[in-house]
T-cell receptor, first 114, second 113 residues
């Protein structure tokens, strides 16, 4: 298996633009997680899905953020409109279980909003 | 709420020496799982070691071992014979079978040649 795939690896955009981050989980994994990592706040869980259904989105910072998982092999995290404070590395991870199994992380997307 | 604390923001170790990274957690659950993840400069997070709370025996993976003190809610990671490739950010994490994993703030480990 190729592991968790994220695209793009780097994204530079201007404030106010829409940004879409993409993730392909490992086949057979029922759980998908979106994290944000910054120096100030560390690793934050934004939202996670089980069998394509959002379970906990309490970490989503505000309405500008939205996430979808239309099928078992694809998820998106959208920011609209983007702001400079959204600059961070965004990770997608998948797992065959919830809190008791290993999470497999993608390489991350480094987002810079100018 | 569950919390995971790593009191050492930064650590350093001489190559070939041993280093211990500290982690404490706070959960009211009796059945839970503990993890150490490594994030090297490439930023790819990978699992180093996993411990089931119901197991008294400390987990070991090659040069990596843990000291699991359940009563004290402590879960430290020991790296023996440190290598340059061990330089990374290390995250401690705790999870249950019915809820999400909680990550600590991380410890940045430097390995001195």
């Amino acid at each position: 298996d190729a592991g968790v795939i994220q695209s793009p690896r780097h994204e530079v955009t201007e404030m106010g633009q829409e940004v879409t981050l993409r993730c392909k989980p490992i086949s057979g994994h029922d759980y998908l997680f979106w994290y944000r990592q910054t120096m100030m706040r560390g690793l934050e869980l934004l939202i996670y899905f089980n069998n394509n259904v959002p379970i906990d989105d309490s970490g989503m910072p505000e309405d500008r953020f939205s996430a979808k998982m239309p099928n078992a092999s694809f998820s998106t995290l959208k920011i609209q409109p983007s702001e400079p404070r959204d600059s961070a590395v965004y990770f997608c991870a998948s797992s065959p279980g919830q809190g008791y199994r290993e999470q497999y992380f993608g390489p991350g997307t480094r987002l810079t909003v100018t | 709420a569950q919390t995971v604390t790593q009191s050492q923001p930064e650590m350093s170790v001489q190559e070939a020496e041993t280093v211990t990274l500290s982690c404490t957690y706070d959960t009211s659950e009796s059945d839970y799982y503990l993890f150490w993840y490594k994030q090297p400069p490439s930023r790819q997070m990978i699992l180093v070691i996993r411990q089931e709370a119901y197991k008294q025996q400390n987990a070991t993976e090659n040069r990596f071992s843990v000291n699991f003190q359940k009563a004290a809610k402590s879960f430290s990671l020991k790296i023996s014979d440190s290598q340059l490739g061990d330089a990374a950010m290390y995250f401690c994490a705790e999870g249950t079978s019915y809820d999400k994993v909680i990550f600590g703030p991380g410890t940045s480990l430097s390995v001195i040649p």
